[in-house]
């Protein structure tokens, strides 16, 4: 299980737009959405029909700045998988010309495959 996913940085990525910061630089909040993005990716066309996943845990190191219009590819790729339980090594790295294949982050995000209606009757309002 692998995805990639490329995204270009906006003023709403920038960690003043997401509440992170003040520096008109990719936002950590926003660069997490962009990796769960491609973990979902990746693990999406394994599901049974009815199941999806849910995030679980987050290790992530934000180890450069992304600029706006900046393009960042974000990756995905399967680690482990024990039953429900799959953990994604992510990177993200910048690809254009000037600084191909900085890396800005590395972590890794744990999801776990439920039952979709399941879930959602657990946490409705009432139950």
């Known amino acids: 299980m692998e995805a990639a996913l490329t995204f270009t940085v906006t003023d709403d990525d920038t960690a003043a737009a997401v509440g992170s910061g003040s520096l008109p630089v990719l936002g950590t909040p926003r660069l997490l959405a962009w990796l769960e993005a491609a973990t979902c990716a990746a693990i999406d066309p394994t599901l049974p029909a009815g199941s999806t996943s849910v995030g679980t845990r987050v290790t992530l190191e934000h180890l450069g700045a992304s600029p706006v219009g900046q393009e960042v590819e974000v990756t995905a790729s399967a680690a482990y998988v024990d039953g429900r339980l799959h953990r994604f090594a992510v990177a993200a790295r910048h690809v254009d010309a000037g600084s191909a294949g900085k890396v800005v982050a590395t972590g890794e995000i744990t999801r776990v495959v439920v039952d ?10 009432g139950s």
């Open 116 to 125: 979709a209606e399941r879930f959602l009757s657990r946490i409705s309002p």
